[in-house]
């Protein structure tokens, strides 16, 4: 499940758990699910997102403050792999469609302040 989706699934979880009260229960479709954390926690907020064409469970997340961070196991777990850079913002990222070892990554932010 992609993050956008995951996002939007949360908020209708969020928003008819308030409407109904504390001893409501989710939607049958939605009781297998459960709340995880996905991304970095020491990153910082997430600018791009990259995967690996043929590899659903590789991703490269790019953060606004904490470099560059890669997961082999679809967002459960993630390992920091740009922390010898002198930079740690990155605004865009990309995996060469030729060779899934090379990560286009460029530095700065276009989103200033969390602005889209």
Not at 25 to 38: D, G, H, M, V
Not at 67 to 96: L, M, R, T
């Amino acid at each position: 499940m992609n993050t956008t989706a995951l996002l939007a699934l949360t908020c209708i979880l969020a928003t008819a758990q308030g409407d109904a009260g504390e001893n409501s229960r989710a939607p049958r479709q939605f009781e297998k699910l459960s709340y995880r954390n996905i991304g970095p926690a020491a990153g910082g907020r997430v600018s791009r997102v990259a995967g690996v064409p043929g590899d659903p469970l590789t991703y490269y997340a790019a953060t606004s403050a904490g470099g560059v961070w890669k997961s082999c196991a679809g967002g459960d777990s993630v390992q920091p792999v740009f922390g010898d850079q002198p930079v740690s913002s990155i605004g865009s990222i990309s995996v060469a469609p030729s060779d899934s070892n090379v990560v286009y990554v460029g530095t700065g932010e276009a989103n200033l302040w969390g602005n889209p």
